[in-house]
């Protein structure tokens, strides 16, 4: 079974440029996560979706990111502007269903915002 | 708001010896919660989910307990090896999705 995929793997950019990221769930998961890791700390949750809707972007700060699900599949993850403070890991995951359900997350974007 | 904390500080242990690591949570009653490995570089990887109603789990060299009482989760790792060496995260997958910040584990020879 084919694990969940993401690029870039890694990604420079300057401050007040726009980057995206790309993810591709495991085949059949209706849910899929994107978190964002900062060095040192646990991923925090930036968006959940289930199927291409929205369930949770409470944490998501939508002056500059954005993000949409293609027909219920692939993700993508866009910041513009990147600031410094956006310099983090990006983590997508997926699971088969909402809660109580192993989620399998990619090996993550790792974003250098200079 | 619902948090969820563990040991900030890393744990140094001898190979054989049992690792124990703590997921406290607070301001909520999570119908489950998860474990995860991660290694540098690498997303985390799941190890064991435990469900409110259950007071142990096992798998293999692991096993967690859910403390309702005390809002406790203990991961313990049996007979560790420098192989277990990794940082890991608890997580709660019900209702608001929190991870901890995370347990660095380092196992010596």
């Known amino acids: 079974e084919a694990g969940v995929a993401q690029s870039p793997r890694y990604k420079i950019i300057e401050k007040r440029q726009s980057v995206a990221f790309w993810c591709n769930p495991i085949?059949?998961?209706?849910?899929l996560y994107w978190y964002q890791q900062i060095l040192g700390q646990g991923p925090k949750l930036l968006i959940q979706f289930q199927n291409n809707g929205v369930v949770d972007d409470s944490q998501l700060p939508k002056d500059r990111f954005s993000a949409e699900r293609l027909k219920g599949v692939d993700s993508t993850l866009k910041i513009q502007p990147a600031k410094l403070e956006d310099s983090a890991v990006y983590l997508c995951a997926s699971s088969q269903f909402t809660g109580g359900t192993e989620a399998f997350f990619g090996q993550g974007t790792r974003l250098t915002v200079v | 708001s619902q948090k969820i904390e563990q040991n900030s500080e890393a744990l140094n242990i001898q190979e054989g010896k049992t690792a124990t690591l703590t997921c406290n949570y607070t301001n909520y009653s999570p119908a489950y919660l998860q474990w995860y490995r991660q290694d540098p570089g690498r997303g985390p990887v799941f190890l064991l989910l435990i469900r409110e109603n259950e007071k142990e789990k096992r798998k293999e060299r692991l096993k967690v307990t859910f403390d309702t009482t005390l809002k406790q989760s203990l991961f313990h790792i049996t007979a560790s090896q420098p192989a277990d060496s990794a940082t890991y995260l608890c997580?709660?997958?019900?209702?608001?999705?929190?991870f901890g910040q995370g347990t660095e584990l380092s196992v010596k020879p």
């Open positions: 997580y709660n997958q019900g209702g608001k999705l929190i």
């Open positions: 085949s059949g998961h209706a849910t």
